[in-house]
């Protein structure tokens, strides 16, 4: 499948989706009414108006992307003045170009690019529905393409690119070292798995400690928002208790369908190679984060998985196929053999004594 050939048509494709994404999110740029949160995050490091103080601080670690993100934001700042039109250009350009980014990296990456590519792209446009708020932050597709990188790079025993991938993208999304769980999986000696985690939590707490002091002035180890609400009651007002509520609370808009209803099924399928094991571990494991620490109904959230859920599924029916008996193949040496009996007859069927 991975051909020149099919590369280019598949580079084609993507670029004509991340097109057509940049119509679709373009105008989500300033947020729904009474709702501006895309853009006071998408703005948070711009030069011409900075509010990064302003933003929660779990995500205000998350510099990588709101850095490039004010860049964008200061080149369309004309006289002073930012027009809707020029605002909205810029959120459009900065997301398109990350799924583009994220495409050109399945393509190189992945068996089968051209499904993978547009399975991501149909199943990822749960975000925007009305439950989920039509948010679209700087982190998201960035997060969504670090992640994946780092369970193909898994996949292909690349370990210490891994811990590369983990240190560069933590700085647009810290659920990245959630990653570091495939550790476990893999071929490598009980010591040497030990060092590979050991080096995930070093990242994880250097990275932690390095932009929150550089950030907040001070070190913040624990930035998540694990208890919402009024805090009275720590078991009711966490922000698992809220999404266990909205897990069990019924509506056609509901998370089941998130991810295009790959994450559901991704959890039903069986584990029996050390793949198919590593692979439902890093899904289970995100999710588990999202319930204690992330707004389930920001379907958003999810996207880090998306990939993998659809890869996990794919490589699921396909090796199904094999249960399937294949047509018998005649033996080549029989085949020759029928030829020439049949060539014997055929030639008897003409000489003049067999006439009738």
């Known amino acids: 499948m991975n051909t020149l050939k099919t590369k280019l048509v598949s580079l084609f494709v993507a670029l004509s989706l991340a097109v057509t994404y940049y119509y679709i999110v373009k105008p ?113 597709i960035p997060g969504m393409t670090f992640f ?3 369970y193909l790079l898994w996949r292909k025993k690349h370990y210490k690119s891994m811990l590369l991938v983990m240190f560069v993208g933590y700085f647009f999304k810290e659920t990245i070292i959630l990653s570091g769980v495939l550790f476990f999986f893999t071929d490598l000696t009980t010591g040497n798995k030990v060092r590979y985690l050991a080096a995930t939590a070093a990242i994880g707490l250097a990275m932690k400690v390095g932009i929150t002091l550089a950030i907040d002035g001070k070190i913040s180890l624990l930035t998540n928002q694990f208890v919402s ?36 099924i991704s959890l039903l399928l069986p584990m029996r190679t050390r793949i198919e094991r590593g692979t439902k571990a890093v899904i289970g494991i995100f999710f588990l984060a999202a319930l204690l620490a992330g707004a389930l109904d920001e ?15 794919r490589e699921y029916l396909l ?24 060539k014997t007859a055929d030639s008897r069927k003409t000489t003049p004594n067999n006439r009738k």
């Open 299 to 313: 379907f958003r959230i999810m996207l880090d998985i998306l990939p993998i859920s659809i890869l996990a599924i």
């Open 229 to 264: 609400g009024t805090q009275k009651n720590l078991f009711k007002d966490s922000t698992f208790f809220l999404n266990l509520k909205e897990l069990a609370t019924p509506s056609l808009n509901h998370f089941i369908f998130v991810n295009g209803g790959t994450f559901i």
């Open 319 to 342: 090796n199904s196929g094999g249960d399937v008996i294949p047509a018998q193949i005649p033996d080549k040496r029989s085949s020759s053999k029928i030829e020439r009996m049949d």
């Open 28 to 140: 989500f740029a300033m947020g729904t009414p009474g709702n501006g949160t895309n853009f006071w995050v998408f703005s948070a490091m711009s030069q011409s108006s900075p509010h990064l103080n302003t933003i929660y601080p779990v995500w205000r670690s998350r510099i990588g992307g709101m850095w490039i993100s004010g860049k964008l934001v200061d080149s369309a700042v004309k006289d002073g003045g930012l027009r809707v039109e020029d605002a909205q250009q810029a959120f459009g350009i900065y997301h398109s170009v990350w799924l583009f980014l994220f495409f050109a990296m399945l393509i190189f990456l992945v068996d089968d690019p051209l499904f993978v590519t547009t399975a991501c792209f149909a199943c990822m446009l749960y975000m925007f529905t009305p439950k989920a708020s039509y948010y679209a932050y700087p982190w998201d």
């Open 148 to 150: 994946t990188l780092n």
